[in-house]
C-alpha cells in the first residue's frame, strides 16, 4: 500500500488560503478555496486537491485573465422565482459554486426545489463536494459544469472538442447507510488531474483512456494528450449534456475556452445547480405504511440484498476516507503530494513540512 503522511488540516489550510491570498483572492475566495481542496484531500479525492487548484489559476487563472480575484457576483433578472441565473464575472469557481449550492438549498425549502445558472465562471473543481455536503443536510443535489479545457475526443472523432465535463449526485441516505449516497464522475475514462497525478508519482494509465500527439492510445501519463469519453456512445453523451447545458445558459464554443482571447467570445466554463427537497416528491402513498426515508432504506435493502451486500456503494469509498483522515486526526498526502505542496508554501511564503517528522497514517 501506498504510504501517505498524516498533515493537521489548520495547517493545510493556512497554507492554501496563503497561497490564494498572494495572487490577489480576497480572504473569503481563499477561505472558499481552502475548503474544498481539504474536503477533496479528506475523501480521498487526489485530483482535485490543493495542487490541482493553484495549478489550474496558474495555468488559465487570475495570472492569465480567466478569474477575476475578488470579482463580485451579478444576480440576472428572470421570471421564475425558483430558479436564478448568475453572471459570476470569472469569480474563483469555488467561491461561486458554493455561494450557489446555499442558494439552491434555500430556493428548495421555499419552492421545493431551486435552480442556479451560472455563466462566466472559472473552474469549480470537485463536484462531488458540493453536493455531497448539501445530501449530509438531507437534501437531493446535481450539478455539473463545462471542464476548463476541451481535452476529450468526442465519438468516432480525433479532435478533442468536450471537456472532461463532470457529474455529481448527492442523495441524502445517512440513515439508511451511514452516508450520503454519491455519485461524481468525469465524463473521459480518467480525469486529466489523473493523468497529472500519475506523472507526478510515476504511474500508468488504463488502457483506453488517453491518446498522444499523434492520436495513438498510450497509457504513459507524461505522454498523454487527449482523453477519451468512457463507456463510448454512453460516456461522450454525458459530456455533451454538459455542453448543451453551458449553451443554454450562455458559454460560448467549447474549444476556445481558457484559451488565447478572441474578440467578442467569452472563453469561461458554465455551472448548473439543483437541489430538490425530498418532501416535494413524495406522493405519500408509501407501501405497506412506510415513511419516504423507511422506504429509501427498504429500496437500498433491496438492491444491495440476494447475495449482493459485499457490493460497493457510490460514496463508500469517500466515506471511508474521511474516516480515515478523522482516525489520523488530518489530511493524508503521499510524498510526491507532500513536495508539490511544499512548493506551495514556498510560493506563498510559508513554511515548509518536512516529510519525516510527519507522522505516517494507519
Known amino acids: 500500500m501506498e504510504i501517505f503522511r498524516v498533515v493537521p488540516e489548520d495547517e493545510h489550510n493556512i497554507v492554501v488560503e496563503a497561497a490564494f491570498r498572494k495572487r490577489g483572492f480576497d480572504d473569503a475566495e481563499a477561505r ?11 475523501h480521498g479525492n487526489r485530483t482535485h486537491n490543493a495542487i490541482k ?34 453572471d459570476a464575472h470569472k469569480k ?24 442556479i445558472a451560472v455563466d462566466n465562471a472559472f473552474h469549480y473543481l470537485w463536484g462531488g463536494g458540493y453536493v455531497l455536503e448539501a445530501a449530509k443536510r438531507g437534501y437531493i443535489a446535481y ?25 455529481s449526485w448527492g442523495l441524502p441516505t445517512t440513515e439508511a447507510l451511514g452516508y450520503p449516497l ?12 489523473r493523468v497529472q497525478q500519475l506523472a507526478r508519482e510515476g504511474g500508468a494509465l488504463p488502457p483506453n483512456a488517453a491518446v498522444d500527439a499523434d492520436g495513438n492510445p498510450t497509457t504513459d501519463p507524461l505522454k498523454a494528450v487527449s482523453l477519451l469519453p468512457f463507456g463510448a456512445h454512453k460516456g461522450y453523451g454525458l459530456s455533451l449534456i454538459n455542453e448543451l447545458y453551458a449553451a443554454f445558459i450562455g458559454g460560448s464554443t467549447p474549444t476556445l475556452r481558457c484559451r488565447a482571447p478572441v474578440e467578442n467570445e467569452k472563453q469561461t466554463p458554465a455551472f448548473y445547480f439543483q437541489v430538490i427537497h425530498p418532501e416535494s416528491l413524495a406522493a405519500g402513498r408509501f407501501a405497506a405504511g412506510r415513511t419516504q426515508k423507511e ?20 460514496g463508500q469509498i469517500e466515506a471511508r476516507a474521511a474516516a480515515r483522515s478523522e482516525k489520523n486526526g488530518g489530511l493524508l498526502f503521499s510524498e510526491a503530494e507532500i513536495a508539490a505542496l511544499n512548493e506551495i508554501a514556498a510560493e506563498a511564503g510559508q513554511g515548509q513540512w518536512k516529510t519525516e517528522t510527519l507522522r505516517i497514517a494507519e
Not at 92 to 115: N, S, V, W
Not at 184 to 190: E, L, P, R, Y
Not at 295 to 314: M, Q, R, S, Y
Open 32 to 42: 472558499a478555496a481552502s475548503r474544498m481542496a481539504a474536503a477533496a484531500t479528506r
Open 92 to 115: 474563483l469557481g469555488q467561491a461561486t459554486a458554493l455561494d450557489a449550492i446555499e442558494r439552491a438549498i434555500r430556493l428548495a425549502d421555499e419552492f421545493g426545489a431551486g435552480t
Open 182 to 193: 454519491v455519485i461524481d464522475w468525469a465524463t473521459s475514462v480518467v480525469a486529466m488531474g
Open 53 to 86: 487548484a493553484l495549478h489550474l489559476d496558474h495555468l488559465f487563472g487570475s495570472g492569465n485573465g480567466g478569474c477575476v480575484p475578488g470579482a463580485r457576483i451579478e444576480r440576472i433578472a428572470t421570471p421564475f422565482k425558483a430558479v436564478e441565473v448568475w
Open 295 to 314: 422506504n429509501v432504506k427498504a429500496v437500498l435493502a433491496d438492491i444491495f440484498g440476494h447475495g449482493n451486500e459485499g457490493c460497493t456503494l457510490p
Open 143 to 167: 450539478t455539473c459544469c463545462t471542464a476548463a479545457l476541451t481535452e476529450v475526443v468526442p465519438l468516432g472523432g480525433k479532435f478533442p472538442t468536450l471537456g472532461t465535463n463532470p457529474h
